[in-house]
């Protein structure tokens, strides 16, 4: 049945649909102009009437600030927040003169206190699935927010399991291990197109007692395998579902990940924090530099906005990177860094961009 307040709101739309959008100017020039206003005013214009509230979720929004390189990029940060144990979200914007993480709000009710979320970044959306529990408490939860619309939206249930490893790949969402329902959840690649709002489940023969890592990387999922002391990784094709282990140095990645343009980063903080790239040629790892362990506050994430890395560690202490610059110059690497004390408190889950 529907809402009253729904139904108000839809008949306030319609009225409102009746004028321009900004009075003595056509809509699609109105629309240009509102385009333009960068994504740290959006929460402005969302209060303006139901009509610009609309739009700016809106599929023709979105289609007009791409065909028009008017596209921003947004940090999200799933933080733990250690004074009340609930899980919040921080947003950064990357432009130099606006860096500083700012409190965005709560997560769902139902994820507020769990303590193994997962968040994904697809398309112009997030995703934050739970990771937490025991087999039997296992939940089949499945949440997405639009950055645009501002505001969280319940996806297709998925299947329930705890401990598993996700990744996102040519649009797609992947869920490998972990300990579902049954054997067949645990020797299964759960794959979520957002396009539809579905998964589908396919059979895989791979060892899943001991994976601790996956990587997307040219069109494959990479898993990193560790038995005891000794690791070993593989490759898993997703369109056939065939997995082959490999004999590279890749199984010796140890921290968080990135791919820029093709070129996997990972930050390997074993012994200091240094910046590490993978050379595809040789198939080992390089040092690209150190970065200073009282600035980047480890256990850090990793995520990247163009040529830059963004390692966001501990109470929210941030180090920019200019991979470019990086490989320029050896020793410690040159860097920008930016943290508030205000955030001590936070301990960081995961960090995505999203650009919109």
């Known amino acids: 049945m529907t809402s009253f307040g729904s139904i108000t709101e839809e008949c306030g739309l319609i009225k409102d649909s009746n004028f321009p959008l900004?009075?003595?100017?056509?809509?699609?020039?109105?629309?240009?102009?509102?385009?333009r206003v960068p994504l740290r005013c959006h929460h402005v214009l969302r209060c303006v009437s139901r009509r610009w509230k609309a739009l700016l979720g809106s599929e023709e929004w979105a289609s007009c600030r791409q065909e028009?390189?008017?596209?921003?990029?947004?940090?999200?940060?799933?933080?733990?927040?250690?004074?009340?144990?609930?899980?919040?979200?921080?947003?950064l914007y990357p432009e130099p003169a606006s860096r500083c993480w700012k409190f965005h709000g709560d997560v769902p009710a139902q994820f507020s206190e769990n303590?193994?979320?997962?968040?994904?970044?697809?398309?112009?959306?997030?995703?934050?699935?739970?990771?937490?529990?025991?087999?039997?408490?296992?939940?089949?939860?499945?949440?997405?927010?639009?950055?645009?619309?501002?505001?969280?939206?319940?996806?297709?249930?998925?299947?329930?399991?705890?401990?598993?490893?996700?990744?996102?790949?040519?649009?797609?969402?992947?869920?490998?291990g972990g300990n579902g329902m049954s054997i067949v959840d645990q020797q299964s690649l759960d794959v979520y197109d957002s396009h539809s709002n579905s998964w589908s489940s396919n059979e895989i023969q791979i060892p899943l007692n001991d994976i601790v890592k996956v990587i997307p990387l040219d069109g494959k999922i990479h898993t990193i395998h560790k038995i005891w002391n000794f690791p070993y990784a593989g490759v898993c094709d997703p369109s056939c579902c065939r997995w082959n282990k490999t004999n590279n140095d890749l199984a010796s990645c140890c921290g968080p990940t990135v791919v820029i343009d093709g070129t996997l980063y990972m930050l390997d903080e074993t012994s200091g924090t240094r910046l590490m790239i993978w050379q595809k040629s040789s198939e080992e790892w390089v040092a690209l530099g150190r970065l200073s362990h009282q600035l980047t506050q480890p256990p850090c994430q990793l995520v990247a906005v163009g040529r830059k890395i963004f390692v966001v560690g501990q109470g929210l202490h941030t180090v920019v990177v200019d991979v470019d610059t990086a490989a320029k110059v050896e020793g410690m690497l040159v860097s920008s860094s930016f943290f508030s004390k205000s955030n001590s408190h936070l301990s960081v889950i995961s960090c995505k961009a999203v650009t919109i």
């Open 22 to 35: 900004i009075p003595g100017l056509p809509d699609d020039i109105a629309l240009l102009c509102l385009a």
């Open 115 to 176: 303590k193994g979320l997962v968040l994904e970044a697809l398309g112009k959306k997030l995703y934050l699935l739970s990771n937490c529990g025991f087999p039997g408490g296992a939940t089949d939860a499945f949440y997405r927010y639009v950055p645009s619309a501002n505001k969280w939206e319940e996806g297709a249930p998925m299947a329930g399991r705890c401990y598993f490893l996700s990744t996102v790949l040519d649009e797609k969402l992947y869920i490998i």
């Open 68 to 91: 028009n390189n008017l596209e921003e990029t947004l940090i999200y940060a799933l933080c733990r927040d250690n004074t009340t144990g609930r899980n919040c979200f921080y947003v």
